[in-house]
């Protein structure tokens, strides 16, 4: 099909509501002009193209590729899509537009979706084939399974709130993502104002005369199994053992996809977790220090890869001994030696990377008294809240330049045994 875009003092303002997919012609920052392939609802007739807002500049930002075609949910009079928007770009999933279709032609009310594979916290691959799909409502059940694409479709369903259940040998149920709140609005009684329905998390609203659509997610059914033992080799029970998968780039993420707890046998597993390598350990968050035990990891964090729903087996840790908490008693000073409120207090370890941080603030004697995991040396550095006169009233900055550090070796032994430093602002 050949396709013409306007040039942008050409083109005319349109009004419509609901469904259009659309080819799109041109793509610029703001907004987006598209070519309107065909009409669903509520487009009049003889409309063949349209401006859309897609929040370029902003993180909601939904981007349209030239020449690829979506399905864009909208609304008049302004016409805009964002990244929670439930519009789609149509590769791969023409079975929602014909759903659709069908829908508007009289159909009864039917849900679909794809389920797809879980590669960490927010990404996903592409669908699973053979997954069973199970939806309930009201004590009667409607089964199906998913095709080669991971695609699967449940018709003829009466209006109800619906429970659905997925399995597949190999494969763990994504809770966190299939029990995602819907975007579904309603209106509150009590303060006459429209909130979001976040009641009955995972369950789905097959509205009368609607297409649901409901994307599901599975983890593959990998994990990691092993030992935490003290240095006298004796196991170690209720520590938390942490799994980080690393980037694209092969760094280590800040914090882990999966814990778990040691049993009374100092055992622990990981689970589940998709392919790729991984490295565990104790206490490893990048920018947090607040365990008993110091920093510790498996083969000093070089990684071990897991394969496809795979076991792997024998990741033995050996931690030091446990660290006892400790409290700072700090006083942070101005150059003129009066007190700082406001102030923050971070530690850094001797590499200059940050390992603990306080959730309080100075009060209006510049004091603050941290409790943090004893380590025998380390950076202390203020943070300091410093207000700054301007045209527009008062502003509050905080200053982390080296001239705030002060470095101090501490002895403090336990809680009882307090350090005291003092930090001046210059």
Same mark, same amino acid.
């Given at each position: 099909?050949? %396709?013409?875009?306007?040039?942008?003092? &050409?083109?005319?303002?349109?009004?419509?509501?609901?469904?259009?997919?659309?080819?799109?012609?041109?793509?610029?920052?703001?907004?987006?002009?598209?070519?309107?392939?065909?009409?669903?609802?509520?487009?009049?007739?003889?409309?063949?193209?349209?401006?859309?807002?897609?929040?370029?500049?902003?993180?909601?930002?939904?981007?349209?590729?030239?020449?690829?075609? +979506?399905?864009?949910?909208?609304?008049?009079?302004?016409?805009?899509?964002?990244?929670?928007?439930?519009?789609?770009?149509?590769?791969?999933?023409?079975?929602?537009?014909?759903?659709?279709?069908?829908?508007?032609?009289?159909?009864?009310?039917?849900?679909?979706?794809?389920?797809?594979?879980?590669?960490?916290?927010?990404?996903?691959?592409?669908?699973?084939?053979?997954?069973?799909?199970?939806?309930?409502?009201?004590?009667?059940?409607?089964?199906?399974?998913?095709?080669?694409? /991971?695609?699967?479709?449940?018709?003829?369903?009466?209006?109800?709130?619906?429970?659905?259940?997925?399995?597949?040998?190999?494969?763990?149920?994504?809770?966190?993502? $299939?029990?995602?709140?819907?975007?579904?609005?309603? %209106? $509150?009684? #009590?303060?006459?104002?429209?909130?979001?329905?976040?009641? &009955?998390? /995972?369950?789905?609203?097959?509205?009368?005369?609607?297409?649901?659509?409901?994307?599901?997610?599975?983890?593959?059914?990998?994990?990691?199994?092993?030992?935490?033992?003290?240095?006298?080799?004796?196991?170690?029970?209720?520590?938390?053992?942490?799994?980080?998968?690393?980037?694209?780039?092969?760094?280590?993420?800040?914090?882990?996809?999966?814990?778990?707890?040691?049993?009374?046998?100092?055992?622990?597993?990981?689970?589940?977790?998709?392919?790729?390598?991984?490295?565990?350990?104790?206490?490893?968050?990048? +920018?947090?220090?607040?365990?008993?035990?110091?920093?510790?990891?498996?083969?000093?964090?070089?990684?071990?890869?897991?394969?496809?729903?795979?076991?792997? $087996?024998?990741?033995?840790?050996?931690?030091?001994?446990?660290?006892?908490?400790?409290?700072?008693?700090?006083?942070?000073?101005?150059?003129?030696?009066?007190?700082?409120?406001?102030?923050?207090?971070?530690?850094?370890?001797? #590499?200059?990377?940050?390992?603990?941080?306080?959730?309080?603030?100075?009060?209006?004697?510049?004091?603050?008294?941290?409790?943090?995991?004893?380590?025998?040396?380390?950076?202390?550095?203020?943070?300091?809240?410093?207000?700054?006169?301007?045209?527009?009233?008062? %502003?509050? %900055?905080?200053?982390?330049?080296?001239?705030?550090?002060?470095?101090?070796?501490?002895? #403090?032994?336990?809680?009882?045994?307090?350090?005291?430093?003092?930090?001046?602002?210059?």
């Amino acid at each position: 099909m050949l %396709l013409r875009a306007r040039k942008s003092e &050409d083109r005319p303002s349109f009004s419509w509501q609901g469904y259009l997919p659309i080819a799109v012609m041109d793509w610029e920052p703001a907004p987006a002009h598209v070519a309107i392939e065909e009409g669903l609802q509520n487009v009049a007739s003889g409309q063949s193209e349209a401006d859309i807002n897609t929040a370029a500049g902003t993180s909601c930002y939904f981007r349209l590729k030239a020449g690829e075609r +979506y399905v864009i949910i909208t609304q008049g009079p302004s016409y805009s899509v964002a990244a929670c928007s439930t519009s789609f770009q149509l590769r791969g999933k023409e079975h929602i537009l014909q759903a659709m279709r069908d829908q508007i032609k009289g159909g009864p009310p039917r849900l679909l979706g794809t389920v797809v594979k879980s590669t960490g916290a927010y990404s996903h691959a592409g669908g699973i084939e053979g997954v069973s799909v199970t939806a309930e409502a009201e004590g009667v059940r409607h089964q199906t399974a998913t095709d080669g694409f /991971g695609r699967y479709e449940i018709p003829l369903l009466t209006p109800g709130r619906y429970k659905i259940e997925i399995s597949k040998t190999g494969y763990s149920p994504d809770s966190t993502y $299939n029990q995602r709140w819907s975007g579904r609005m309603v %209106l $509150n009684p #009590a303060t006459n104002t429209i909130e979001p329905d976040k009641a &009955d998390p /995972g369950l789905v609203v097959v509205s009368a005369n609607s297409c649901t659509i409901w994307d599901l997610a599975m983890w593959p059914a990998g994990r990691i199994t092993g030992t935490v033992r003290d240095s006298n080799r004796k196991p170690l029970t209720g520590v938390i053992v942490q799994g980080f998968a690393f980037d694209n780039k092969n760094n280590r993420e800040s914090s882990p996809l999966r814990t778990g707890t040691t049993a009374s046998d100092g055992t622990f597993t990981l689970e589940p977790l998709p392919p790729g390598n991984y490295a565990v350990g104790v206490n490893a968050n990048l +920018y947090k220090d607040e365990d008993a035990y110091p920093p510790t990891l498996y083969l000093d964090g070089r990684g071990a890869y897991l394969a496809e729903s795979a076991a792997l $087996n024998g990741i033995d840790i050996v931690l030091p001994p446990a660290r006892v908490a400790t409290k700072l008693r700090t006083t942070v000073l101005g150059p003129d030696g009066r007190p700082y409120s406001g102030a923050t207090i971070r530690l850094d370890n001797l #590499a200059g990377i940050q390992r603990w941080f306080s959730r309080n603030k100075s009060d209006e004697n510049g004091e603050i008294t941290p409790r943090f995991m004893w380590a025998s040396a380390m950076l202390f550095e203020p943070s300091i809240t410093l207000p700054l006169e301007s045209s527009k009233g008062w %502003l509050s %900055l905080r200053s982390l330049t080296k001239a705030h550090r002060l470095l101090s070796c501490f002895t #403090a032994r336990n809680a009882a045994n307090d350090e005291t430093a003092t930090a001046r602002a210059i």
